[in-house]
């Protein structure tokens, strides 16, 4: 039997030593070290839905109708009104005297038009003619000639259309208003003139456009 070397017995136990002293300074380390601190989990998170703006559909145009008669051009405000200042519907369809009481047609009358005479019966200076008319392209032009041809000052409103106007003053000269459309034409004589007529007459016009134009 070969004897073993001194050395190589003593190198084997040192190296058996080193190795369960090793093991056990890992052991040791294991058991040492701390207890892994929790993860929080991540709360939940609401989803928000942002409201979705719908927008708001674009009005219609109003469309201008032509009125069958007197009796609808005008707010019954306007109607109480003038009974207050003993102001009848004496002229015009569905009045007192109907169209009858025109010798000649209005201008109005002549396009496809109703001329309507408010006023206190007997006395014609009491008057107010108040007109409607339908407008067409074929129209228009002559219309338009016949008011510029007659000197009246003529302006242009917010939503285009064209006015032919005059003050008119107290001495008989009258207020006259006149608008008109693409599709109308709405007029207003005072007997009487000056500057609350004349402004009287604007209302009363922007009145009738409320009726035709729904």
């Known amino acids: ?23 056990a300074l890992v052991a040791s380390l ?5 207890e892994p601190e929790p993860v929080a989990e991540p709360e939940p998170t609401e989803q928000v839905v942002e ?18 008669d007197c009796t ?11 009974t207050e200042q003993s102001l009848e519907l004496l002229g015009g369809p569905g009045s007192v005297y109907g169209d009858d009481y025109f010798f000649d047609p209005t201008p109005e009358q002549l396009v496809g038009g109703i001329s309507c005479v ?19 392209t074929s129209t228009r032009a002559g219309v338009v000639n016949d008011l510029t041809a007659q000197g009246l000052n003529e302006d242009t409103t917010d939503d285009g259309a064209v006015t032919y106007s005059q003050y008119g003053d107290e001495a008989g ?21 000056g500057q609350v007529f004349y402004d009287e007459a604007v209302v009363l016009a922007d009145e ?3 009726q035709v134009y729904q």
């Open 30 to 34: 294991a058991a040492c070290a701390p």
């Open 118 to 136: 408010y006023a206190i019966d007997g006395q014609d200076l009491s008057s107010l003619l108040i007109s409607v008319a339908p407008m067409s």
């Open 51 to 68: 409201p979705v703006n719908t927008p708001e559909p674009e009005p219609e145009p109003a469309v201008f109708e032509m009125p069958a």
């Open 72 to 82: 609808t051009i005008l707010p019954q405000s306007r109607i109480d009104n003038f």
């Open 208 to 210: 009738v456009a409320g």
């Open 1 to 23: 039997m070969t004897a073993q070397h001194p050395l190589t017995t003593r190198s084997r136990a040192q190296r058996l030593a080193i190795g369960t002293a090793t093991l």
């Open 173 to 193: 000269v009258p207020a006259i208003y006149n608008i008109v459309r693409d599709d109308s034409w709405i007029s207003v004589i005072s007997a009487f003139g």
